[in-house]
Structure formats: C-alpha cells, structure tokens
C-alpha cells in the first residue's frame, strides 16, 4: 500500500513542486507584510509627536483635496491611536490616480479595510482596476491629523507587496494563472496526506528517528531527515495554509462555504435612507462625530459616504476586543439625517461568513498576532525546501535503483 501512496506523492511532487515552491515563498514574504512597510516607511503612518489638537475630518480630506484638486474622496479612516496618520481614499480613475510628486507609498492595510464590508466571495479578491487601486480603488494619501502635512499617493498595484501578492494567487498569468496556482494548491493536500502516510514508522525506533533531524549525518540522510522530519512538524500548519488559500482561487469552494453552513454570502441588506429632496448631507465630522458616541472607545472609524441617494453611511469599526483585525463592527447612518439605522456586529453576521472572513488571517498566520506569524513564515519557508529535498531523495533513488540494476546484470552475465 505504501508503493500506491509513495506513487502518488511522487508524481503529485513532481507536477507541481515548482508552483509550491513559488507559492510557499511569496506567501513568506507577505506574512510581515503590514509591519515591514510601516517599519521600512513610517512617515506614511506615524507622527513623530502627538499635536495640541487634531483637524477636524473635513479638514484632513480637504489638505487632500487641496493637493489633488479633482480627486473625489470617497473613504476617510481616523484612529485612536494619537501618532497613527488619517488614510483618506480617493475614487479610481484619471483624476484619483495622479502622482503628485511624493514617493509612491505602500501599506495594504487600507486595502485590507476596505474590502471589508463588500461581499463574502472571496474568488473575486484581487482584481485590479483603474486608478491603481484593487477593485477599482483610487489611491491612499496618509495625512498628519495635527498639521494636515500629506504624504502619497499610495498605489497597491505600484508596490513590491502587489507583485508578490500577484505571484501568490497567479493573478500574473491571467485566470489560466490563477487557475494553476489553485490547482497546485489542491495537489499539495493530496501530497501533505499521502507523505503523512507515508511517514507512519512500523516500529518505535523509527518513530524516533523520524522525530529528530541527525544534524551530524550524511548529506543524505541529512537531505532525508530535512524533508520527512521537518515535513511532519509543518504538514498540519501546511495543510490549513492550502486549504484555506483555495478560497481565493476557486468559486465553487467558497460557495461551499456558505453551502455547508446553510449561509446567505450577501447577509442582511443595509438599511437605507430615508430620501430627502434638498436636503442637506451628512459629512465627514457629523459622521464621525455620531459614530463615537454610538460606538465609544474604538481603535479605527473607516468612513465610506454613500455612492447614491438612497445608501446610508458606513462607518467600519475596529473594537479593542477584535478577535482579529478584519473582525469589524459596520455602523449604518441616514445620509440626509444622521440618524443610527442600525449596526452589522461581526458577531451577529452569519456563520459562513464568520467562516469565510476568519480565512485570511488563517491563511496569513495573523489570526493570534506575531506569534502565529513567525509560526507562519518558519512553516512557509519549510515549505520552499520540500519540493527540493523530495526531488534530491528521488534523484538519490533512481541513482540507488540504476546500480542496483547495474550489479544484477554483471551477476547475470557471469
């Protein structure tokens, strides 16, 4: 049964090793990916010291305004934090997406917000759009909330973070690329399960050997211990890692989500508001002014005004007690009034897309903070040598096999 199960993880290995290998080590280096560009560009993020008094909202996306005079605002993210900068969002197009001079920036962590509140369906994450945002986004300016001092634009799509994020999920190769990736994705299951299988020791002291890496040994048996030791210790870490990321490459697997936990993928509608002919809008201070009071204490308020007469304003926030970071509360208000129509808390969304929203910290090794992500990097790292030191043990086996072959001729031919 062994020889069945070593087949396949062998022809498994070989067909799309090299696609593992790739997607193993661009999902390293997006593991830090929030932490290295606020460390590698803090002036995007941070104030160097807290001011006497923060500008209103409507004067941050004013200082916008003022540098980019067409731009469209159309999202406003303030945090609690007194050193954090304000994250305005402009609309896509032309107008949104001229550099005006500043070095162009990187973070993803607006990018991350954004999509929070916009449907479950995570097979449609990622598509690029005008303005040099995703989905159609316009760029990111960061802006000092004491002095109104600009920095950006921000272009997800212009950053080293996209191209690995690109590489990751094969959107490089178009949807035969992104098919590729997920397909290999679903390979490496079927190639986790069956080396588990074929890890299985049939004694003890082969289960000892086979939980300790002899440092000392061969560059054979060492190149063995790499692969079948260390393959044990990451294989649970690897096999959550892939079946979650299957979420961003097929349909049919988020919709199975939503399936088998009996889950409506849209969730309640918004509530919308109430129209008033004339009538005055609610802005950005009244909007962030009613969403303290409804919602005290939380580490961000996003800001979205609505696209039509008849959608509320959304306000996403991050509790302190967020399970995670994209576990956001939405709060809803009447356009024209500023009337509370209603709050969406994470908790009260769904099952399935509780389920499906707690994949990406999953995937990304964020869901228990630094902890889970150095666990997260060590494991994806492990996870570029397998295919390596599995393609050295089979070169090493053929050689084996072809003297073996070699020496029963000679013994025949005497």
Request: net charge positive.
């Amino acid at each position: 049964m062994k020889i069945f199960f070593r087949t396949i993880h062998l022809y498994l290995s070989l067909a799309a090793g090299l696609v593992i290998a790739i997607v193993c080590f661009t999902g390293a280096v997006l593991v830090f990916e929030k932490e290295l560009e606020q460390g590698l560009h803090p002036e995007r993020y941070f104030v160097t010291e807290a001011g006497p008094q923060r500008l209103s909202p409507e004067q941050l996306a004013q200082a916008v305004t003022n540098q980019v005079p067409k731009a469209k605002v159309t999202g406003l993210k303030l945090y609690a934090d007194p050193l954090r900068t304000a994250e305005v969002s402009l609309a896509g197009g032309p107008e949104g997406g001229q550099k005006e001079g500043g070095a162009r920036t990187g973070g993803g962590e607006q990018r991350r917000d954004g999509a929070a509140g916009k449907g479950e369906k995570g097979g449609k994450e990622g598509k690029g759009g005008k303005g040099g945002g995703e989905g159609g986004r316009g760029p990111t300016y960061f802006v000092n909330p004491y002095t109104g001092a600009v920095v950006g634009p921000y272009n997800y799509r212009d950053t080293f973070f996209f191209t690995m994020m690109a590489l990751h999920r094969g959107m490089v190769g178009g949807p035969v690329g992104k098919w590729i990736v997920g397909t290999s994705t679903l390979l490496f299951l079927f190639i986790i399960v069956t080396g588990l299988v074929l890890w299985v020791p049939a004694t003890g002291k082969v289960l000892k050997q086979r939980l300790a890496v002899k440092w000392d040994a061969s560059w054979k048996r060492l190149n063995h211990d790499l692969h079948i030791v260390l393959g044990f210790y990451a294989a649970l870490f690897l096999f959550v890692f892939a079946f979650t990321g299957l979420a961003w490459s097929f349909e049919w697997f988020n919709n199975g989500i939503f399936a088998v936990t009996s889950s409506d993928p849209k969730g309640p509608e918004a509530p919308k508001s109430t129209l008033a002919l004339n009538g005055a809008k609610l802005g950005y201070d009244q909007a962030y002014t009613i969403a303290q009071q409804q919602v005290p204490g939380a580490l961000s308020y996003a800001i979205s005004l609505p696209k039509d007469s008849a959608e509320a304003v959304r306000v996403n926030t991050t509790s302190a007690n967020a399970a995670y970071e994209g576990a956001t509360d939405e709060l809803y208000l009447d356009q024209y009034t500023g009337q509370p129509l209603g709050k969406l808390r994470f908790a009260d969304r769904n099952l399935g897309q509780r389920v499906r929203r707690t994949f990406k910290p999953v995937h990304t090794g964020a869901i228990y903070g630094t902890p889970s992500k150095i666990v997260a990097l060590i494991v994806c790292m492990l996870g570029v040598t397998f295919p390596v030191t599995g393609t050295i043990m089979w070169l090493n086996r053929q050689k084996k096999e072809r003297k073996k072959q070699r020496k029963q001729a000679v013994a025949k031919a005497a």
